[in-house]
């Protein structure tokens, strides 16, 4: 059995990393597409701002829920598998978890309503990752799904959703909130919450201090939801049910992204990071026919003139699969003793069709494709 097919028969989270531009998005829809094709009920979620996973699957942007995707044709009819798409809206989970845990309905509309609340993820670095963690941990308990593939924005971002709780809970800390709230605790901090008052009635202006106020007063109630969740999800990361994939493409940009992700996902968030998915390669054109030379002397002109140029062309191809090789290895050694590189073949424009995802799924789901190597 090849490493994918491992990967999606045994995880029940697959998070696909990677710089931009590097194809990660389809990867990820084309995972979600082999895993329906083993008989899996599949869930593919992207944080990528670009949103780009839509085009791919002709899905529409920010639904409030999953949306089906219609797979007919493109897997085996006899597999019970399922696929569906889900993009990130960060405002709508927020949403939900304030519907969700505030003490009433009246105090969950005042703070939707309240224009602090509404620019919070722009305000606080971390809260779309916040959000998205928020996502995979309802996704997960809903249990509709074995299997959640989640496309992460370019890598540098992507660590930004790997250690959001820890980021965002800077902000989300109840001693902050507890400063803004008036009329709370003991006298010293009554009268440090006045002075506080004094000084933003200066700076802000009265109106955006008491909305202000009204926030932390709302969302504190939410803090203790917020953190366990967030705790759990952070164990939940590091545990046998997730895996960490790499996606690189054979450029210096591409691989400089991917040394570093590598570095910090194993060293500093001690992550499983299963292996890395080579997209975009020429290694499987090992040992194809070439143009001989010497083929085309004697011929007519036109014909030997045709020839040249597709042997230089093969050359050049050559050459770059060569480099791909040695390319391949050298990722290898990056992954480690545990650690695997799949090589997928460049598809060109195709590959973000639905035509295009069914040709790569099924690539991946061959028993028999010998492009991985450990």
Known sequence: MNPIQDLIRTRKVIVCCGAGGVGKTTTSAALGLAAASVGKSVLVVTIDPSKRLAEALGVDRNPERPIPVDIDGLIDKKSEGSLSAWMLDPQLIADRVVERFSGSNRDASTLMNNPIYQNVTAMVAGMQEYT??????????????????????????????????????????????????????????????????????????????REL???????????????????????????????????????????????????????????????????????????????????????????????????????????????????????????????????????????????GLSAIAHYMADDENDQYEK
């Open 213 to 355: 106020q009204q926030f932390f007063q709302l969302f504190g109630g939410l803090l203790s939801h917020l953190n366990h969740n967030q705790a759990e999800m952070r164990r939940f990361f590091g545990g046998e049910d997730v895996s960490f994939l790499l996606v690189t493409a054979p450029t210096s940009a591409a691989l400089e992204e991917t040394q570093f992700f590598s570095r910090r996902a194993t060293g500093e968030l001690d992550l499983d990071v299963a292996g890395v998915i080579l997209n975009r390669s020429l290694t499987h054109c090992r040992g194809w026919t070439m143009p001989i030379p010497g083929f085309h002397e004697g011929q007519d002109p036109v014909l030997s003139a045709a020839i040249l140029k597709l042997r230089q062309f093969s050359l050049r191809e050559q050459e770059m699969m060569e480099g791909h090789l040695q390319l391949k290895g050298e990722l290898a050694a990056l992954s480690g003793d545990k650690g695997w590189v799949f090589t997928l073949p460049h598809l060109g424009p195709d590959a973000s069709t639905l035509d």
């Open 132 to 209: 998205a963690v928020q996502a995979l941990y309802e996704f997960i308990h809903d249990d509709r799904y074995d299997l959640i593939i989640l496309d992460t924005p370019p890598s540098r971002d992507a660590l930004r959703f790997l250690d959001a709780p820890e980021r965002a809970s800077a902000f989300l800390d109840r001693r902050i909130f507890n400063l803004f709230v008036p009329g709370e605790g003991s006298a010293i901090r009554r009268m440090t919450t006045k002075l506080l008052e004094k000084v933003m009635d200066v700076s802000f202006g009265p109106d955006t201090r």
